[in-house]
Structures are given as C-alpha cells and as structure tokens.
C-alpha cells in the first residue's frame, strides 16, 4: 500500500514538476532597462500585479543609475544587440533614435489605453509623424520651490508667475549667511543634464538661443550674456558656497535641511521637500512657476522618463502590454491604493489632474500640471531656432557639447573666469563642433 | 643619543603610517557608518558620527529589492573563473619569457603591457558586436573571456618578475636530470614561485572584482555582478546614499575580508624582487 501511494505521490510531483516546467518553458520573459528614480523603484515593486494579470510574461529588471544606463541602452540599441525589450529612455532620445529607426511604433498598447489623454506637451515630444515612439512614464517641468515661512519674514509675497527681478530680490532678503540660510540653491555641476538644462531654460526666458535659423551657435549675442551673468550675480549674492558642485541632490539635501530660501529645479522634487519623512521643512514649502522677462517664455524645462521598444527586441508584443500596463490609468489607481495619491507618478495624463483625490494630496499638482502645459518643446524660445527641446537640442551631438558648454558655465560660476570668457570660450567650441557635424548652412 | 634618535624617527614614522592609513580607510569607514543611517541622517549637514540612530533598514531594503547573492555568485564566478584561466595562460607565456628569451622577448612584453595604455572604450563596439554575434552577451562565459584577456598582461607581467628572481642554475639542474618541460614547471619551478603565483592570482581577483567598465556595458538581467548591483543604487534624481552606501558595503566586503586574510600574500608578492 505504501509503496503504491509512494508510486503515485511520484508520479503527481513529476506531472506537476512538468507542467510547471512546460508552464514556465513557454512563458516570454521580457527584460527592463530602467533607472533607480523613486517612482521606478515602485514600478518594479508593484510589477506582480501585471505578472499576475499576464501569466505567460515573465519579468527580468535592469536597474542602473542614469548615466550608466544611458551609455548601456544606447550602445545596445546602436549595435542592434537585443539585451533589452523595454527601455527607460528621455525626452531627449526618443525623437533622435525614432528617426534613426531604432525604436517600435507603440501601436499595440491597446484599445483602452486612452491615448488622448496624455498631456500634449508630452505625447508632442514623443511622437514622430504623430505617432507614438514611447510612452510616458512620468513627465517633469521645473519651478520655484521656496520656503513660505523665510519669505514671509523677508516681507515678500510670492506670485503665481514671479519674474526675474523679484526672484533675485527674494533671495537677497531670505539670504542669511550667518544661519547658514541662503536664498536661493540652483545647479552648478557641470553637465548637459546639470547646469546646462538649467541655464539652457533661463536663457530662454531672457530671449537667448543656441543656434539661429542656420545652426550657428549664439552665446556671443548680449541676451546670454544677460542670462550667464544673472546666473552668477544671484548666486554669488544669496547662493550657498560651493555651488559650482552642486546638482540635484546636493541641492535637495540643502532645501530639505533648511539651507536655502528659494530652489528651481525639476517639479517631481515637490513630493520630496513635502514628504515629512525625510524633509525638516516639509510644511513650510510654497510652490511657483519658474520666474521669466515678461518676453513670453518662462524659464521652465521640460522633460519625460518614458518607456520604449527598441527594434531590437523579438518580443515587441510582449514589451508593449507592459509598457500599456505600467503607463495606464490603472497603474495610477493602483500605486494610488497601494503608496498614496501623492506617490503616483506624476505629468503624463490629463486626468490625473482631474481627479480631486490628487490635487488635495500633492500640494504641488497644480504647478507642475501648469508648467508643464506652458511648454512647447517644438517652439522653445522667443527667436526661431531649428530644433527641437526646450533645456536641450535634440541632436545627437548635444550630450558633448552641452557638457562642454556646462563646463565653462560651472567655470564662471566658480570664479575661475569671467561671463564674458565663458561665454566666448562656449561659442569657439560649439561652433567648431557644429562646423565639424556640417551642420551650419 | 643615536638610539633616542632612532626611536624618534621610528615614532614619526609609526604616525605618518597610521595617519596615511586611516586617510585611505576613511572613505570605507564613512561609507559603513552611513549604511546604518536613515536617508535623512544620511544627507544631513552637520553629520554625526556614532551618535544616531542605528539601523539595519537599509541592508533590509537593498536584500529586499536586489536579488544580491545572484550578483555574488556572478561576481565569484567571473573573477575567480578569469583568474584561474588566466594562470593557466600566464604561467607557461612567463616562463618561456623569462627562461627561453628571445631578442624580441622584451618588445613582446612591451606590447602586451601597451594594451593596457589603450582606453576600453575604444574597443567597445568591436568587442559588443563580436559578442552579440557570438551570443556572449549577458552570460558569465562572456565576462570570464573578457576579464582573462583585460588582466593577461599583468599575470604575465607578475609572473615574469618573480621567474626572473629564480636562478636560472636550478631549472638546469632539473633538466639535467631529465626532467621534461612539463616537470620542469610543475615540480620546480612552481613550488618555488608559489607566493608570487599566489599573489598574482589574488590581485586579479580583486582587479576582476572591481572592474566596472565591461561588467557594467556586457551584462542585462543574468550575469550581472555586484558592481551592476551598486550602479543600481546610485541615482541623480533622489536621495538614496544610505541604501547606496549599504549596497557599497555587501559588495566590498566579500573582497576585503580576502584582502584581510591574504595581506601577508599580496604584499610579500608585490614587494618580491623589490629589494635586492
């Protein structure tokens, strides 16, 4: 008897061992590039959720910090190696790579998955011949963060669209040094992501622009000399010492600690300086545009972590049903049920901001949903230029070039030369790289 | 007075050492301290140095989100696998260097050292097309082959100082008495050169651990070391340095516990042949 129930134990085990084994044999498994951003983290977290709605996908995860990622993804998509099925990737690639062919047409995201309801700004960046390249996982512009509390002490109100001249006054009357409080923390480290995708918008407040309708560069002209030599007076006035190193995070160090009066940077930092967690000042932060010249732009960026198929993958069906899931209403609702409506991702959907659930929790959902809607990536400046982005050129060659130019910005910054030497020192190398590119006419 | 001397510069010495010492440490013990912060203690602007509050959350979250034994094992394979290879290469290319030579035999090491001069990522592409035709991408067979051929100069070179130090009289012996090529190697030649073989297979262990060009451009989901595992902690956008700073820590600590144990080894092999 007991061998026969031993036998027959065997014999379901090895069925049920086969089974599982065809079961997970036929599976697809699809593998996710992505960067270590917050919001991925809570993709990846909540990713069972599309495993168990879609059985026969298996999900493997590339997580990696974003320059590294950047390098990784682009050398795979350029050599047609197939690593990846699904790609983290810019607003700044996807328009560069569409057109080189390298990426899928999203057309397999699925009837429900309302792509009209994608913020124009956005789905514009992302589209080429208005169709889709990539789909947007969160979306960013930048603003004023500044702390409610210092500026009401300084006598100062802040308005909805502040400009210029008052952001600079304000930072002078929040300034100080002996506290350890400064006025205003922007970015200093050199970088095409860094110093230049801030002072690139800026200048674009003031009037300036990269390039003119035939591709030669423009820092000799007087509206980037104004722009640079803000830049530097402000910061040297009311800004914290050893600005030229800071980026991002040093900056969000600063703020959360109660260093810095006023902060520009890109709007996702709102759920950050308001997480009590881990900000000291978390009810004490107010939240505005990015200042302008009353020229009609304002100096806000625009940019979007989006989610791509390089054409590169055999399993472009399977990679779009994620890219569907995880870009989705649903996906919004469910990060909403599981972390909060303030942790959902933020600056893709219309509806979002709709829904009044998240405007109450996100104290800096309005903003953002208006500074993001005050961009036109397609017309980025007040003088026409060529092309396409507003805190970058999208060009394959601006990753070089605008590090470099960063450079000589940071230089400045540091005291190290002057506006008029960076500036000068800027439009020698960016015109011989563009001469070098052919692109002048 | 020539003793009170000595005993001075002995005790300047003995400071300047530990002062260097714990210059060098800092960075590792910083780095340990801030794994058992909270991410607000972390970025915090006046730092403390032990008095905060301890925590573990943050290796909790890192084994929690990382599978981290999956990257070990990667790491222990590619490291040990591509140092052990490439004795195996090494220890014969040595000995013909050091005993045969030939007139062109230092302009070949020269040039295997001259390949080292090179940037990695010049060859990049190269490299990544002939492993995707290969199928090599993201396996472990890939980075052992990769990581054998980036080290191979350096054993060699290792190798064929510590030969050089061997009478050559004693090989000659050896084959006096008959010994072929094969016993000549394994039976004299490398029970002698034991400490130097030792401490090249040991520095190549720890070059292959911390290679973080190859590793991190050749490998996705399935072969990816502990150095693609602390990439994944570091992030522009966001606050993570004491998760960062706990992923650092498990990933050099299998390495530096090696380190400990061996140091006797590394330094009596790189300091072989330094005095005469």
């Known amino acids: 008897m007991l061998k026969k129930i031993t036998i027959a134990t065997c014999t379901a085990l090895s069925i049920s061992a086969a089974l599982t084994i065809s079961a997970s044999a036929s599976a697809e498994t699809i593998t996710i590039a992505t960067v270590n951003n917050g919001d991925m983290i809570t993709m990846k977290e909540l990713s069972s959720d599309f495993e168990a709605k879609h059985p026969d996908i298996d999900l493997k995860w590339v997580t990696l910090e974003e320059n590294i990622l950047r390098q990784r993804v682009t050398t795979d998509v350029a050599t047609k190696g197939g690593q990846y099925d699904v790609m983290t990737i810019g607003t700044y690639e996807v328009p560069i790579w569409g057109k080189q062919g390298w990426l899928t047409e999203l057309d397999g995201l699925g009837e429900d998955y309302d792509e009209e ?23 960013e512009s930048s603003m004023v963060m500044y702390r409610t509390d210092l500026l009401e002490k300084a006598g100062l109100e802040m308005p909805t669209k502040p400009s210029w001249k008052f952001i600079r006054q304000a930072a002078k009357a929040m300034t100080d040094k002996e506290a350890g409080v400064y006025g205003i923390c922007l970015r200093g480290k050199a970088g095409w992501g860094e110093n230049t995708a801030l002072i690139t918008a800026m200048s674009n407040s003031f009037g300036a622009r990269w390039y003119d309708e035939n591709w030669k560069p423009q820092f000799n002209t007087q509206e980037w000399k104004d722009t640079l030599q803000y830049y530097v007076d402000v910061m040297e006035e009311s800004g914290p010492p050893g600005a030229s190193s800071n980026g991002f995070n040093e900056n969000l160090a600063l703020f959360q600690t109660g260093k810095c009066g006023m902060w520009i940077d890109a709007t996702v930092a709102g759920a950050f300086v308001t997480n009590k967690k881990d ?13 302008d010249m009353g020229l009609g732009k304002r100096g806000n960026w625009l940019w979007a972590w989006t989610l791509a198929v390089p054409s590169s993958s055999q399993k472009s069906d399977a990679a779009q049903k994620f890219i569907s899931w995880a870009t989705s209403k649903e996906y919004s609702a469910l990060v909403a049920k599981e972390k909060g409506w303030a942790a959902v991702p933020p600056g893709t959907r219309t509806s979002l901001y709709e829904n009044p659930k998240y405007m109450e929790a996100a104290p800096f959902a309005e903003t953002t949903l208006a500074s993001i809607e005050s961009v036109d990536p397609k017309n980025p400046t007040v003088k026409p230029v060529p092309y396409v982005g507003v805190q970058f050129v999208a060009i394959p060659e601006f990753q070089g070039i605008g590090t470099a130019v960063g ?9 190290k030369m002057t506006v008029e030497q960076a500036l000068s020192n800027a439009q020698r190398l960016v015109d011989r790289a563009m001469r070098k590119a052919r692109y002048p006419k | 007075m020539a003793i009170q001397s000595s005993n001075k510069s002995k005790i300047i010495y003995t400071l300047l050492a530990w002062s260097i010492s714990a210059a060098i440490f800092f960075p590792i013990f910083w780095t340990l301290l801030t794994s058992f912060k909270t991410e607000a203690e972390a970025i915090s602007a006046s730092p403390s140095l032990f ?35 490439g004795l195996l290469i090494a220890i014969p290319a040595a000995w013909s260097m050091a005993f045969v030579q030939t007139k062109r035999t230092k302009n070949l090491l020269m040039w295997m050292l ?60 050896s084959r006096m008495d008959g010994a072929s090529i094969k016993a000549e190697i394994f039976h004299v030649l490398l029970p002698i050169a034991l400490p130097g073989i030792a401490s090249t297979l040991l520095l190549n262990v720890i070059l292959a651990w911390n290679e973080a060009f190859w590793t991190l451009i050749l490998t996705a989901a399935n072969a990816a070391p502990l150095t693609a595992f602390i990439a994944s902690y570091s992030s522009p956008e966001g606050l993570f340095y004491a998760k960062l700073s706990a992923a650092s820590a498990m990933a050099i600590a299998p390495i530096l516990i090696l380190g400990w144990f061996s140091q006797k080894q590394l330094v009596r092999g790189l300091t072989f042949g330094a005095v005469k």
């Open chain 1, 117 to 139: 309801d994608l913020l124009p700004a956005i789905r514009s960046g992302l589209s080429i011949n208005d169709k889709l390249y990539a789909a947007p996982f969160y979306g």
């Open chain 1, 279 to 291: 900000s000291e000042v978390a009810d004490k932060v107010g939240f505005a545009m990015a200042p």
């Open chain 1, 407 to 415: 450079q000589q910005f940071s230089a400045a910054l540091a005291g």
């Open chain 2, 51 to 85: 008095m905060f509050d301890w925590t573990l959350e943050n290796y909790q979250d890192v084994l929690a989100r990382s599978p981290y034994f999956e990257h070990f094992w990667n790491s222990v394979v590619i490291s040990l696998g591509s140092s052990l290879i």
């Open chain 2, 114 to 173: 001259s390949t080292k001069m090179l940037p990695p990522v010049g060859v990049l592409i190269p490299i990544y097309l002939l492993f995707r035709d290969f199928d090599l991408l993201d396996t472990k067979l890939g980075l052992v082959i990769v990581m054998t051929l980036i080290n191979l100069p350096i054993m060699v070179w290792m190798l064929y100082t510590y030969f050089r130090e061997i009478p050559n009289e004693i090989l000659e012996a």
